[in-house]
């Protein structure tokens, strides 16, 4: 999810009444909800954003790592700056579970994304999709903007409703998931005779009521739309070839940057057209086609060269 998002779960779980635990109790939610992007620094290098993103800092060893690691920098933070008059004192104890809270709500919120996360990281570097909600979801600002607001206005209790509200709305988008990809799943196998090779039934910004349909059908990917209200699937005419057979493309495969991209791709694409010196050949990620970086990436290829 996006930092708003993740900001605002650590706020509403402080003015729910957990900030009262510890000095620095509402900081420690707030920065421990947004602590794992600590990798978006990725992008002041020349590694490849997405192929580092969503791996070491989301990974379980960090899941274990990073509170422990906030805890110590806020209790050197208190050491060096004192609590004046009765502001509440400091509890590692209770810091330290705050910042579990905080570091396992954004995993657990990124987990739902169709950009994916690997959870295991580093022992096992698989990428996990919920395919559950948008990385950008309006919904969950309202709903847990309103409760923040509400809680430091009228008191804890709305903000305590606002979480509740808001693992409803989560549970009923999973269960939307679940449900439209079952139903894409019958659809294709009545049609086509048998199982896709792979398949997303993924969210799309703002409206919870339709949903992105892309499926492998091993030389090419389909694409569609599943909508509710009524039930309705339709796939698009059009197929968008892979184009990963063409010899262009293997050469193409040994630039450092599209290594990294495809580390990433989960249904990449490949494009080749004329430039400059050679063939542009460019690989994308159909999730994200027309988004442009970091969700694209391309080399020019000479007659005979190495990328």
């Not at 020349?46 to 580092?52: L, M, S, Y």
């Not at 070491?56 to 960090?62: F, K, N, R, V």
């Not at 996990?128 to 607001?149: A, K, M, S």
Request: aromatic share 10%; hydrophobic share 50%; with cysteine.
């Amino acid at each position: 999810m996006d930092n708003l998002c993740h900001t605002l779960v650590g706020a509403a779980c402080a003015e729910a009444g957990l900030k009262r635990r510890t000095r620095f109790g509402a900081a420690t939610l707030m920065i421990a909800a947004n602590l794992p992007d600590v990798d978006v620094l990725v992008f002041a290098t020349e590694v490849p954003a997405v192929a580092f993103r969503r791996g070491w800092t989301h990974g379980l060893l960090a899941q274990t790592l990073l509170p422990v690691a906030l805890t110590g920098l806020l209790l050197i933070v208190d050491r060096i700056r004192p609590p004046r008059g009765d502001a509440p004192a400091f509890r590692p104890r209770a810091v330290l579970l705050l910042a579990y809270i905080g570091v396992l709500s954004h995993v657990g919120l990124d987990l739902l994304n169709p950009y994916g996360l690997r959870l295991l990281a580093p022992f096992d570097w698989r990428w996990w999709y919920g395919d559950v909600l948008f990385i950008i979801d309006p919904w969950l600002w309202l709903i847990l903007g309103g409760g923040v607001w509400l809680a430091r206005v009228r008191g804890p209790l709305f903000a305590q409703h606002a979480l509740g509200l808001a693992l409803v709305y989560i549970l009923s988008m999973t269960l939307n998931a679940r449900i439209a990809r079952a139903l894409v799943v019958d659809e294709w196998r009545r049609t086509r005779g048998g199982a896709p090779t792979r398949l997303m039934v993924g969210p799309v910004p703002v409206t919870p009521f339709r949903r992105q349909v892309i499926v492998d059908n091993g030389l090419a990917f389909e694409t569609g739309t599943f909508r509710w209200f009524p039930v309705r699937i339709a796939f698009d005419p059009a197929v968008v070839p892979k184009n990963d057979a063409d010899p262009r493309v293997a050469r193409a495969r040994e630039a450092p940057h599209i290594r990294g991209f495809l580390v990433w791709a989960r249904f990449p694409f490949w494009t080749l057209e004329p430039a400059p010196g050679g063939t542009r050949v460019t690989v994308s990620d159909l999730r994200f086609a027309g988004r442009g970086s970091p969700f694209v990436q391309s080399v020019v290829l000479g007659s005979g060269s190495s990328p």
